[in-house]
């Protein structure tokens, strides 16, 4: 099975840039977590806490979009080494108002601009492979595996990390980790100028360039997204509902950690085969796959039953997200490839914090089955947005998407 990751990773610059680029998105599972632990131990005070991580997701999904079209525009080193230098820097000031214990208005300030300049890792790596696997675009797709479970790993191990650091050494101990990671991630991922994608030379011609939104494909993708992020968000809350009312409050970790498990190994299993199904129809039976697993939420009775049916339904994750992200590079330009994929994780992004709004108060009124109901409710809704654009998407993906040209010049 690994044979097929071995493969992309021998590709000149492959390995350097995905090791890099995982530290440099390792932030993005620990900052939410570790200014909450920290707002509760000086503020003491949960309603700050979330309203300071709110504060920053919305700032990194307005900007995230934003940052990636400048990048597919003038580079990545271009603009992100300025950006990711002011998110380091943000991330220190945040820490510092913290020990200071800063007016509240300070803290916020902080925690926007950090969240504004964070942009999309994950697009810019994703947007390497996609140069270095030019010559055999067969492997594109295992090597968008490869990141999803890097992914799910990164969300697994980052809020452990951030749970024991800040509870032995000091709540902020998580966010002085994200801020070397930045920092040192981001120098590593960005010093690397051969797997840099090259910027679109003819720049008016980049720049009169229409979103990436105008595309109809793309909307539906995004609406889906939106669908998916939220049933995570209500699932993190639901879970955590769930494990308190059966007296076991401390696994709700584990049991989110074992859904992004199943996601990890489905990721891997899922990369290191080639599918002769269409791109559009892996995609349709992914989502529907999703639901359909979510659903049994409702059937647990206990922690044994809701982890074994997590863990399932955590397979479906990362193929799905896989999918996704092969569709925008078959229906978006080279040169806005960053573009696409950062709405993809700006839409997730936002679903996360649609999901985790709706389902708190269904929780407060009828426990965390009012949770579950929500998640099972964004689910089919997911599933309706897929089917009612699906034969858009359909021919997104079987039109010729890239040319000779275009590939020179990504």
Known sequence: MFSAYSQILKIPGAARFSLAGAVLRTPMSMMGIST???????????????????????????????????????????????????????????????????????????SIISGATSGSPGALVRSRWLKVTASSPTHLPTAYALESAIDELIYIVGPILATILGASIHPTTGLVLSALCT????????????TEPTPMTHTDEHTSAPSVLRDPAVIVLVLTYIGAGALFGANDVSVIAFAEEQGAPAYSGIL?????????????????????????????????????????????????????????????????????????TKIVRPQQLTEGLAWMSTSLTLGVSLGSAVAGPAIDSSSSYGGFIVMVIFAWIMVAVMLAGLSRLRRGVEKPAMHPSDLLDA
């Open 36 to 110: 909450i632990l920290s707002v509760k131990a000086i503020y003491g005070n949960y309603t700050i806490a979330g309203l300071l991580t709110a504060s920053s997701i919305v700032a990194a999904a307005i900007t995230a979009p934003i940052l990636a079209r400048l990048v597919d525009q003038h580079g990545q080193l271009r603009t992100m080494g300025p950006s990711l230098t002011v998110c380091g820097i943000s991330v220190i000031a945040l820490i510092t108002c913290f020990f200071l214990a800063a007016p509240l208005w300070v803290v916020f300030i902080f």
């Open 256 to 328: 989110l950690a074992v859904f992004a498990l199943g996601s990890l190994c489905a990721a891997l299993i899922y990369g290191s085969r080639t599918w002769l199904h269409p791109l559009w129809k892996l995609f349709a039976v992914g989502v529907f796959a999703l639901a359909l697993g979510v659903t049994t939420f409702l059937c647990a009775n206990n922690l044994w039953v809701l982890g074994t049916v997590m863990l399932i339904s955590g397979l479906t994750c990362a193929p799905t997200l896989t999918n996704v992200n092969m569709i925008i």
């Open 183 to 194: 920092s040192v991630g981001g120098y590593a991922f960005l010093s690397q100028r051969s």
